[in-house]
């Protein structure tokens, strides 16, 4: 029996891409991660599963490679030229959705880790001077991963959901929705600290000019439609 198909492109594309998690992997993968445990890390909702599956999915459809290691499974996944091209797409997307659906978010599309992934891969390292900088975020409304540090020396910053042992440059304490809204834009980072619904304590040169240094999206420049 003959399949029954269709010549339509963007139907063709949308089979390859249109679930969530294969466009979130691809997120990811501009983004910079590479390697399965750092996929896992800025999306603790998808299972080792569903995840290994599309990952398989991806390579099979062209999205990308899996360079594995010497005599092992693991290794590094990289972008081919294919997804390459879909970066302006990726980001159209984004853009739009942010203008046009940023009504439909709500605190159920927050998920703690998730956004601390974003949070501390925006952290503007390059306003800081020399040497090790630790924050410490404590998400007073969160029952579980309350609390999270940022380990910033020099342009690499860390995140970790255990205490490091390391001291501690500034604490943040918040809720995670307020700090998301800073990080969004959505409310000024001045008025949420007037209003103390952020609260930024510890080293002087820090906490006096917290906008300088202060994690902000990327689309934080991009506003609600109407």
């Known amino acids: 029996m003959n399949k029954i198909g269709s010549l339509c492109p963007t139907l063709k594309a949308s089979d390859i891409l249109g679930d969530k998690w294969t466009l979130l992997i691809l ?10 445990s750092e996929f896992q890390a800025a ?12 990952l398989k999915s991806m390579e099979r459809n062209g999205l990308l490679i899996h360079k594995k290691e010497t005599g092992k499974n693991r290794g590094n996944y990289y972008l081919t030229q294919s997804s390459k091209e879909l970066a302006p797409i990726m980001d159209q997307l984004a853009r739009w ?5 940023r009504d439909q978010l709500c605190d159920i599309d927050i ?25 410490c975020i404590i998400l007073n409304d969160q029952k579980e991963a309350s609390k999270w540090w940022l380990i910033a020396n020099n342009a690499t910053v860390d995140l970790c959901n255990a205490d490091p042992g390391h001291d501690v440059s500034v604490y943040i304490s918040t809720t995670l929705a307020d700090l998301a809204e800073a990080w969004m834009g959505d409310t000024k980072l001045e008025v949420l600290l007037k209003n103390k619904k952020i609260l930024i ?5 820090l906490h006096t000019r917290p906008d300088k240094w202060f994690p902000f999206s990327r689309y934080v420049d991009v506003q609600a439609a109407g």
């Open 201 to 205: 304590t510890g080293e002087r040169y």
């Open 43 to 54: 999306l603790p909702r998808i299972s080792p599963t569903v995840l290994s599956n599309r």
């Open 27 to 36: 997120r990811e993968l501009f983004m910079g991660s590479h390697r399965y």
């Open 111 to 135: 998920d703690a880790g998730t956004f601390m992934w974003d949070f501390h891969r925006t952290l503007r390292t390059d306003e800081l001077p020399d040497g090790e900088h630790v924050f």
């Open 97 to 101: 959705g942010l203008r046009w659906a």
